[in-house]
């Protein structure tokens, strides 16, 4: 079954440094996501993106964050100065089109701000 | 207007139990209602989802309820298992003129079901 894949499983950076979180959606897959779930917490969308542009953002993304497509296959996002209350589970998400709806997620990054 | 609603925060339900998660929504574009199972360390799982053109969803020991007029939907687990213990999560999403269908999520039901 195929599946969307992330990379790292596990991040942990000092403050104030840049980090890039990996996705692999699934290959035939237009619609891409970030999202996040601070521990305990419920998940919360930060970004959408189709034909390579962003579609809606929330007020969580602000100029720190920035999300690319490089290559047609991977979507990363990144943080450019990360902050304590970056610390959080970060869920990269893609469906195929808008008449099918089903949210396919990875298992996640968990990015620790130390 | 963009919340949705869930109860309760946990949820403890004896193994052939049935269990009973609720979400209410406000705003009225919203038009399609997944639940999501995440298991600890895992990515949320869409587990059954629903469109308010009907009232009710069922799939194996899983039903969705939805009422449309009261802004509510609720997922029922019919003979839970302790292989269902995880955290279940509603959403809801609207089209958005066909460039995304970002999900508001419920705040999560922690449930556990004791053997």
């Known amino acids: 079954e195929p599946e969307v894949t992330q990379t790292p499983s596990h991040q942990v950076t000092q403050m104030g440094q840049e980090v890039i979180l990996r996705c692999v959606p699934i290959?035939?897959?237009?619609?891409f996501y970030w999202y996040r779930q601070i521990l305990g917490q419920k998940v919360e969308f930060l970004v959408s993106?189709?034909?390579?542009?962003?579609?809606?953002k929330s007020e969580i993304f602000d100029d720190q964050f920035s999300v690319e497509r490089p290559d047609g296959s991977n979507f990363t996002l990144k943080i450019r100065s990360t902050k304590l209350e970056d610390s959080a589970m970060y869920f990269c998400?893609?469906?195929?089109?808008?008449?099918?709806?089903?949210?396919?997620f990875g298992q996640g990054t968990r990015l620790t701000v130390v | 207007q963009q919340q949705v609603k869930q109860s309760p925060q946990s949820l403890i339900v004896q193994k052939g139990g049935i269990s009973i998660i609720n979400c209410a929504y406000e705003n009225t574009a919203f038009d399609y209602f997944p639940w999501y199972q995440q298991f600890p360390g895992k990515g949320p799982a869409l587990l059954i989802a629903i469109r308010p053109d009907v009232s009710e969803k069922k799939e194996g020991r899983f039903t969705i309820s939805f009422n449309k007029s009261a802004k509510q939907f609720s997922l029922h687990i019919m003979d839970s298992q302790p292989g269902d213990s995880a955290t279940y999560f509603c959403?809801?999403?609207?089209?958005?003129?066909?460039?995304?269908?970002?999900?508001?999520f419920g705040k999560g039901t922690l449930l556990t079901v004791n053997p």
């Open positions: 290959s035939n897959h237009l619609y």
């Open positions: 959403a809801a999403s609207e089209d958005s003129g066909g460039s995304n269908y970002k999900l508001t």
């Open positions: 993106f189709y034909n390579n542009e962003i579609s809606e």
């Open positions: 998400a893609s469906n195929r089109s808008p008449m099918n709806t089903e949210a396919f």
